[in-house]
């Protein structure tokens, strides 16, 4: 009983002298002491533990930095241990670099602000030149070029000398050179190389280095730089209209996807069909349900699931289209304005109705990895999304202009709308090509609804914002034309998006449609009009 | 597909009947009882369907549930609650109908409603001709003071400045892009955010001022002349007053382009709890929004209040917002008003309000001043990878609204005060009732 007393006594007071030998120097080192100010949830002090773990050259740092900035860095508030989750799960605590079991009850994440981020992002560049990942350094060598931090020149200095890949001793070269620009103490040919090497990359994060450059520069360099400025920027002038040219493309392919299914219905059957816009949305509502099932049975196939979506919503968006026709448009065939009221009333009727299942909130419809983030050509940004929905309609335009031309189907279509009895009298079923065009169209808004949901709210409003455009697509390209529809589409993108800048998204968008009115009034069929016996059909 | 639809249908229907049927006798049953026992009317004002029905159901429930858990209190002076809820469809006109209806025909004592200020607009002259009231729980541009109308949102001073304040601070933004739809609030607390910056030495060419249509979708131009404008060498911050669903389209432009809030942060205005709710907030990370409310802020009024939304809407999930702790507020005070005369007549009640407080979630006391305009604490928080909102920053105190901006020419002068005054546009200058605001 004693001797188990004395063991245990024992067993206590070894522990007590390990934490103390543990402890002592955790409070003696400057660099325990700035890992302890972690544990303040004091933003302040936040920074400065940031600066001092940085240039701390302790191995802990980068663990701590890095763990920082994903939110893997917690703290006890009471005995202010703080503790790095690492990406694997095991725990250590940041002081010492000693494995723990779990962690406190009470420890919560250091919580950030941006200028902490900043801050963090500054530190983990600093830290990551020297990284075996050609990628990380040069990410690294960016964020010193951003953050010009004096502190980072010897690395830069030292990373330079030995490094062997040409792109990433470039963004060294530049990430020095925006360094010496802003260093006080630089001589002033180094400055005037500085400004050489930032004029050559030429974009807008070296137009900002150039002009938030102070006036306590020699008056050479700020002549040069001043120079640099202006080449830069004409040299940007003439990017932003390649820029609004690739813009106004993509808004002419939303444009064109958008009204191509009305294209159908309207150019060729000249049905005014004001449901057509909860057709997309009823399409885009099919991608959140195939979302939803994905990511709860089949989550690995998320990347594909706009490829699922696709079909699904054609078949569904066009099954009801079928069933519109069949159900109420075919009883008004020839009464444009009971269409257009019906129709019009029906859009009502859909929307409340998904309303009423979905809810009337937004649904998140993912991005797929592969149509998130963009790339730089040149001196403009292509984000992915935008590129993925210019090819993807360009390929609708090009199946649909092919089903009209070469299958059996298609065939019928045209017979029909350019002569109805003559094609009933030749063994047609009318009304049976009616239906299927009138679903085909509609079939093919739900495919839009696929694409624009990644690019729009998911919500049962999304069908009334396309709806105009896709009526004016139509009509300025020449009813009952698909290639008018393209032409017209890309036509009224381009022209909106360079005049976007000039006059604003409010009056940009009246001036479109004032154009439009008179365009009109000159060419009432529009862009390319049908001629001949079919027009008076 | 289709044959289970058309049974789903059918079912439907069939429940549907029963409730009908359910609903008839327990209405009959409810209105025997309430010749026996009477009951105070209360009517909910929001949109059902339509464009705002996104943001306005949430607020029909939030009264449906206060006056739930009043009841459990045992009502208000002995007698139970009854809501009157219309459905004005997010059309402006037909507000003004339903709330002419409201008055009239059903006899509410008060109304909780609308979100846009076109709708608050077009039903003050149907509460001012009715004599009775209304409390308006979004947060909106101000230059307003009516006899009739509670504001327990943030009035500009209670929102926006305290915002730019601390980006100009914290952040020591040089630069400022105020981005807004194209409409009277965002129109107006730019014009008060413009001048506010230029009394604070900002120059002109450091303004850039955007507008936007409802529900605009394409920001790839918007979002390049952001990153254009902010490319001059000075920190850049973006002031949003863009509405409701354009933001989200906005918000994936900017993660597209690459634009992350240690560049350029975003502080927004609209953009709470319930909007995030629909996009993935991963790209979105730091940007800011600032209110008098959020759900993350640890009290336990705060904590006490989410437990019981949840548990009343039967969704763990149910995230809470600023509009609808602007409804427990003024809900609250209007309880402890009636309660205070005795008596549900309008003008008693009217009387009463100002000088009333009630707890606020966030902790602390809100107090209905003589204009009409509440007390409130200022958040901002920053978006949280969760959907949920970090608060970095908070007013000391509780900041009192301002009915009338002082930063703008027209009505510097002006005060609202409905207790010594009795008058909404009282200019100080001139001494007199009826100041013109701008």
Redesign the interface.
Known sequence: MSANFLDRFRAVLLAILLAACFAVPALAGPFEDAVAKFANDDFSDTDEAIGAVATSGNPLAFPIISALQDGRLSADPDTKQVFVTGADGKIIDAATGAAVDKLPDNAAAVRLNNRLRRAVEAALGGLTLLSPDPAKRIAAAQSVFKSHDENALPVIDGALAKETNKAVKAAFAEARAAILLYKSDATELEKLEAVAVIKARGDQEALALLTGLGSDVPPNVARIAASAIASIQSDLQMWSMVQNAWYGLSLGSVLLLAAIGLAITFGVMGVINMAHGEMVMIGAYTTFVVQEVIRTRYPDLFDYSLLIAVPLAFLVAGAIGVLIERGIIRFLYGRPLETLLATWGLSLVLQQAVRTMFGPTNREVGNPSWMSGAFELGQITITYNRLWILCFTLAVFVILLAMLRYTALGLEMRAVTQNRRMAASMGIATSRVDALTFGLGSGIAGIAGVALSQIDNVSPNLGQSYIIDSFMVVVFGGVGNLWGTLVGAFTLGIANKFLEPVAGAVLGKIAILVLIILFIQKRPRGLFALKGRAVEA | M?TKLTHDIATLSRRHWLAATAGLVLGLAAFSNAKAQETIKVGVLHS??G?M??SE?TLKDTILFLIDEQNKKGGVMGKKLEAVVVDPASNWPLFAEKARELITKDKVSVVFGCWTSVSRKSVLPVFKELNSILFYPVQYEGEESERNVFYTGAAPNQQAIPAVDYLMK??KVKRWVLAGT?YVYPRTTNKILEAYLKSKGVKQEDIMI????F????W???V??I??F?????KTAVVSTING?AN??FY??L????IK??DI?VVAFSVGE??L????TKPLL?H?AAWNYFQSIKSPENEKFIKAWQAYTKNPKRVTNDPMEAHVIGFDMWVKAVEKVKSTDPDKVIDALPGIEAKNLTGGTSKMLPNHHITKPVFIG?IK?NGQF?V?WKTPGLVAGDAWSKELEGSKDLIGDWVGKKCGNYNTKTNKCGGQGS
Do not use: C, F, M, R
């Open positions: 289709l059902l369907s464009t029905a996104i159901t914290d952040e194209d955007n507008y936007t249509p529900g605009h979708s394409d790839q131009t918007i390049a002349d990153k254009k902010g490319s001059a060498g000075k669903d989200v389209p994936k432009e993660g597209n382009q690459g809030a240690t942060p319930e909007e709710a629909g996009i993935d730091g800011l920053e990878a970090d970095v």
